[in-house]
């Protein structure tokens, strides 16, 4: 069993209460780890801490100096990969290669990303002509935001944690970090790695614990807390909205999809086929990114929907550490209840399943674990709830569409609005319906390829604001102006 704690001040302890929860394993649905359950009184602690950085040695480090750190942390965190991978199969269950090849790289370029942008910034300058024409000029400086709260879910942790965290520190802020009750693993050992980069204590703090009532709640409401970075679910965006507004917190928020695959006769076959059970079944259907509603252009359609369930058939669910795994469970015991419930809703809103609507056969331990099949509906009507509300898992909705303008509708008939994927060989047609889809990205003959200098978000319910590159350095520090009377 490990055991999890808070990290405040730069050291580990205990929470203010000495309560702990436990941490699952999805997969067995057997316990792995106790964790420290925070508190308000942790979370006050954890501000203290932060003011006390920014007024210390950490407010006063040159920009050049923290973006040595965050270089230093990247390579720490690479060296230590295989800690951080560990520790997130066994929160999350997901297949081995997964993590060592996606998530775990990706947290260390998330890093070197913000500390080459974060040098690289410049800030403006205008000469300001005056009657007496000796003019003045204008320009201005960015400074911290101070004490910053991220809140990060549990589908990709280190990944989307560091997402927040890498910018926050270039701009120099300080940050109290809230990761999900479901994965405290990798949150925890980044405080680890960024105190061998040099970090300074107080700069980086994590509190476990719970959303509403608990840490979640009171980092949101504390008046010491001047921005809130969170990704999850739009419900829970809308509740930190709620609770932030007495305050008027900068939020930036990246939510929910119902995302749409557009898929037109002249697309390469092979290539959206698998582009299109990639982007709907990795991670188990549990990122924000995944395809939920497919819009096959009619003459292909039947084709497709063949080619695809077979997809979905050669999935292998099981045991995470085994390299033939290719499909890993739910996250929790809820989801699962959650997921399943969709499974029922299908059917009784009129869809047939060509693949799944059930949980697989799996030996002990892994008879246990949270997996469910990947299903493919199909014949749901466009107002069926299994079509317009996210469900979280490895699921999809096949319907035909007869022309481009059909298939644009029926995309855009979403409160979500966060990504979409066209497949075409058609140029003109790419560039003409990605501008007409209301989605904050659009890939057009791929899936999840991403540039960590642009600008990432989604339109809707499904998100405020935008993260990467210059856009999330813009959120987490303030511009001011400076006028000079020459």
Not at 29 to 49: H, K, N, Q, W
Not at 218 to 239: D, K, M, N, W, Y
Not at 241 to 263: H, I, T, Y
Not at 401 to 406: K, S, T
């Amino acid at each position: 069993m490990r055991r999890y704690r808070h990290y405040i001040a730069g050291e580990f302890c205990d929470g203010a209460g000495g309560s702990t929860f436990a941490d699952v394993d999805p997969a067995t649905a057997r316990p792995i780890a106790e964790v420290a359950l925070g508190t308000a009184d942790d979370v006050d602690r954890a501000v203290a801490a932060a003011s006390g950085a920014l007024a210390g040695p950490w407010g006063r480090m040159p920009v050049g100096a923290r973006c040595d750190l965050l270089r230093r942390a990247a390579d720490i965190l690479a060296d230590r990969s295989a800690d951080f991978v560990a520790a997130e199969v066994a929160d999350t269950g997901k297949p081995l290669a997964w993590a060592r090849d996606l998530e775990i790289p990706r947290a260390a370029a998330n890093f070197r990303a913000y500390s080459d942008l974060m040098r690289g910034w410049a800030d403006e300058a205008f000469q300001t002509p005056t009657d007496d024409g000796r003019g003045a000029t204008n320009y201005t400086v960015r400074a911290p935001l101070g004490a910053v709260g991220v809140i990060v879910p549990w589908n990709l942790p280190l990944l989307l944690l560091t997402w927040k965290v890498a910018p926050a520190l270039a701009a120099g802020n300080a940050v109290i970090a809230k990761p999900s009750e479901e994965t405290p693993g990798t949150a925890t050992l980044l405080a680890e790695v960024l105190a061998e980069a040099g970090l300074p204590a107080g700069a980086y703090n994590v509190v476990h614990g719970m959303g509403p009532g608990g840490a979640g709640e009171a980092l949101v409401t504390h008046p010491g807390v001047r921005a809130i970075a969170f990704t999850g679910e739009s419900r829970t965006g809308q509740a930190i909205m709620r609770a932030a507004s007495d305050r008027l917190k900068p939020l930036s928020f990246e939510l929910g999809g119902k995302n749409a695959a557009l898929v037109f006769a002249d697309a390469d076959f092979d290539a959206a086929v698998a582009g299109v059970a990639r982007s709907t079944f990795s991670n188990t259907g549990q990122v924000c990114l995944c395809t939920e509603r497919v819009y096959v252009e009619r003459s292909l359609y039947d084709r497709f929907v063949a080619a695809l369930a077979e997809a979905a058939r050669v999935l292998v669910p099981g045991d995470p550490l085994d390299p033939a795994t290719t499909l890993g469970p739910l996250i929790s015991r809820t989801h699962l209840e959650k997921v399943t419930s969709y499974f029922d809703l299908a059917r009784r809103e009129g869809a047939t399943s060509l693949t799944g609507g059930s949980r697989p056969d799996l030996p002990a331990p892994f008879d246990g674990g949270y997996f469910v099949q990947p299903t493919i509906w199909v014949d749901l009507p466009e107002s069926a709830r299994c079509a317009r509300e996210e469900v979280f898992g490895p699921v999809c909705h096949v319907r035909p569409f007869d022309d481009e303008d059909e298939a644009i509708a029926l995309a855009n008939a979403s409160e979500y609005g966060l990504a979409a994927t066209v497949w075409t060989r058609d140029l003109s047609r790419a560039h003409r319906v990605a501008k007409r889809l209301e989605a904050g990205i659009t890939w057009v003959n791929c899936w999840y390829l991403r540039d960590l200098r642009t600008p990432f978000g989604g339109m809707k319910n499904s998100g405020i604001g935008r993260e990467g590159g210059r856009y999330s350095l813009e959120f987490f520090s303030e511009i001011k102006n400076i006028c000079i009377k020459h």
